[in-house]
């Protein structure tokens, strides 16, 4: 298998994981619909035992307190729980973006160029290192293995699968068997040698 075909492989198997998880959210939002639903009907949150499968249940949020306003939590405590106020001292965003601009890498320290000083804290982080694997399809190849991950998933549907197993083969045309002469169903005369249409010279049977 040459670069390009697994190329081809890898973005055959990525759409095709694409459209099994969009299928699969699908699913996931319908069985949630209906469980939603059910909630609404009964009042109590649905639970369903699967067998060979699992459950499937709907869970509920309890009603609980939680902060939503830091500030306004912080003004109250500075107010009627001061001890419980903590002072953290940390540096500027702004300045360790500035910092992170200017500085230079020097064996494995980093410097401040302005001041020639090496800045406690900071490291170096080395080049060269082989990263994960990048592929950037093309827009074509997108649209291709889109509709490909499409239709092996398709194919891969249990429902669709098991119809194809089951489906009825087309009946071929089997001659109808005739009876030889003297066997049980043959359509002659027992004296003749061939069918009542006609008699044998000489047969009983003949009319004339």
Not at 44 to 65: F, I, N, Q
Not at 93 to 100: D, I, P, R, T
Request: charged residues 25%.
């Amino acid at each position: 298998m040459n670069r390009a075909d697994q190329v081809a492989e890898i973005l055959r198997m990525e759409a095709l994981a694409t459209a099994a998880k969009d299928r699969a959210g699908s699913l996931r939002q319908q069985l949630a619909d209906d469980a939603r639903a059910e909630l609404d009907q009964q009042g109590t949150a649905p639970s369903w035992r699967l067998p060979d499968l699992g459950t499937v249940a709907l869970p509920l949020s309890k009603e609980t307190a939680y902060i939503s306003d830091i500030a306004a939590l912080l003004a109250w405590c500075q107010q009627r729980y001061p001890g419980e106020v903590e002072t953290i001292h940390q540096v500027r965003a702004s300045f360790q973006a500035a910092l992170l601009a200017r500085t230079v890498p020097a064996g494995d320290v980093v410097v401040d160029p302005q001041t020639g000083e090496i800045v406690p804290g900071m490291s170096v982080r080395p080049g060269g290192v082989p990263g994960a694997l990048t592929i950037r399809a093309s827009r074509e190849a997108k649209q291709v293995y889109a509709v490909v991950g499409a239709e092996l998933l398709e194919r891969l549907q249990p429902q669709r699968a098991a119809a194809a197993v089951h489906e009825p083969e087309e009946e071929e045309d089997v001659p109808a068997y005739v009876p030889e002469f003297g066997e049980p169903g043959y359509p002659g005369c027992p004296g003749c040698s061939r069918s009542v249409v006609q008699h044998d010279e000489g047969c009983s049977e003949d009319e004339s």
